[in-house]
């Protein structure tokens, strides 16, 4: 479901928006904007494996399901990933403030999982710092005929007054609403996502199929996340403990695909973390973090301010309530 607020230095407002729109219990939400769009198929399939909106770019390891989230705490960093499917290859992210002029270097590093008898392809991740703010910067992954280039802009400076424009998505999976939620996201003109979690629905599948389907999701989300930053929360779709597969670390695929600036927020979990960005303070928390014994990673060291959004992704399995919290801002947390 997509969702657009614009920032102001009223924070309380979107707030309020977000349980409007997530609860449907706020009335008179104010701060205006949203779409009309309503999903309208139901029950929705996934879009099948050899649908165009997977395709599989073309030449030998070609960079796909490349993705940016934002690298560090003020919004002068990029994370980006991608995959590479046939060797490892280069980990290096080339990167100008103009096109095919690419001044600068970044080199990232590379990982690889198994889940089950599935192996993933080489996932890569760099992190891009020491960028300027509200620059237009061009990049380029991948190497000899077979590299890929993109483009992201980074935010303006951090200011309480500064308007900015978030689109809210969660719960998208990869079916035919997925396909028109994530092409109306993107006729909005939101300029970075908060991606409230239950990302690619990829634990319907059993055995191989689990990873296949968080390929097909890297490489449908691509058209937005390597253009503009998601920023990552997880939710219980995450979590994947499937023991009669063998497989127990909760969050496996997602922590391995999904990176997050949390260091640079001092957490010891990507699950929890914090950014600023423009005029807001998001702060991510994981409700699921004692699963698996997970123990509480860490003290939030923040100051919640009224310029803060929480989110705070609450859902139980079969059930799937979304939660967010604002009474976190007075109360402290509990
Ligand atoms: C990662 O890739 C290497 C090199 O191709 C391979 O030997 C290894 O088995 C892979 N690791 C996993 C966990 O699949
Ligand atoms: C993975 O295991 C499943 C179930 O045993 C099997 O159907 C499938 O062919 C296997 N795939 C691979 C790539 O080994
Ligand atoms: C959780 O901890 C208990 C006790 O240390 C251990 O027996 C169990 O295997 C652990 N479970 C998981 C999923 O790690």
Redo the contacts with the bound molecule.
């Keep these: 479901m997509p969702k657009v607020v614009e920032t102001q230095s009223m924070l309380l407002q979107i707030l309020i928006l977000v349980f409007f729109f997530f609860s449907a219990s706020v009335k008179n939400g104010n701060a205006g904007i949203t779409s009309t769009f309503i999903r309208s198929e139901w029950p929705s399939n996934d879009i099948p494996l050899d649908h165009e909106v997977f395709a599989v770019p073309k030449g030998h390891n070609a960079p796909q399901q490349v993705h940016i989230t934002q690298g560090d705490y003020d919004g002068k960093a990029v994370i980006i990933s991608w995959v590479t499917p046939d060797e490892p290859g280069s980990s290096k992210v080339q990167y100008g403030v103009s096109k095919k002029n690419y001044d600068f270097t970044a080199e990232g590093a590379v990982r690889n999982y198994s889940f089950y008898n599935y192996t993933s392809g080489y996932i890569h991740q760099c992190l891009v710092d020491g960028l300027e703010y509200d620059t237009k910067y061009y990049y380029k992954i991948g190497s000899g005929d077979s590299y890929r280039e993109f483009w992201f802009q980074t935010p303006p400076q951090i200011n309480p007054d500064t308007p900015y424009k978030f689109g809210i998505i969660g719960d998208l999976g990869q079916t035919y609403n997925s396909l028109s939620t994530l092409e109306h996201y993107m006729q909005s003109g939101a300029q970075a996502v908060l991606f409230v979690g239950d990302l690619a629905y990829a634990d319907r599948y059993m055995y191989n199929d689990v990873g296949i389907r968080w390929d097909t999701w890297g490489r449908f989300v691509e058209r937005s996340a390597a253009y503009q930053p998601w920023t990552w929360s997880a939710g219980n779709h995450e979590i994947e ?1 499937m023991p009669y597969l063998g497989e ?1 670390i ?1 969050f496996k695929s997602y922590l391995n695909r999904y990176p997050t600036p949390h260091l640079a927020s001092k957490s010891s979990s990507p699950l929890w973390y914090a950014i600023r960005r423009a005029s807001a303070h998001i702060i991510v928390l994981s409700s699921y973090s004692p699963f ?2 997970f123990s509480f990673p860490f003290i939030l060291p923040y100051k919640f301010s009224s310029h803060s959004i929480v989110i705070w992704i609450h859902t139980t399995v079969g059930q799937g309530t979304t939660f967010y919290c604002s009474s976190i801002l007075q109360q402290g947390l509990h």
């Design positions: 403990y127990v909760p698996g014994n």
